[in-house]
């Protein structure tokens, strides 16, 4: 069993910065890749970034420039730096990563940017 488990979710006003964690534990074999999706009050969940098990790192076109996924030594945590943050990114924010077994999701935090 593999478990994942974000954190660092919150309200921020408009302009203000976010860093989100993920943390995988348990039965952890090498991932392919992880990464992070969000999902909007009234919309479907949608792929934000993704970093693979060497490095290469893919951002929405909706999040460059702003948003940065990055990982720690280890391979078992990964981070979501969000700077500039708009309104538009309220959601909640789900980790997601890919072994040779399957597919693992988060159970989602949740990020408000609001004046």
């Known amino acids: 069993q593999v478990q994942l488990v974000e954190s660092g979710g919150g309200l921020v006003q408009p302009g203000g910065s976010l860093r989100l964690s993920c943390a995988a534990s348990g039965s952890v074999f090498s991932f392919g890749a992880m990464g992070w999706y969000r999902q909007a009050p009234g919309k479907t969940r949608e792929y934000v970034a993704s970093?693979?098990?060497?490095?290469?790192?893919n951002h929405a076109d909706f999040v460059k420039g702003r948003f940065t996924i990055s990982r720690d030594n280890a391979k078992t945590t990964i981070y979501l730096q969000m700077n500039s943050l708009k309104p538009e990114d309220t959601a909640v924010y789900y980790c997601h990563a890919r072994d040779l077994r399957g597919e693992y999701w988060g159970q989602g935090t949740q990020v408000a940017v609001s004046s």
């Open positions: 970093i693979t098990r060497i490095g290469t790192t």
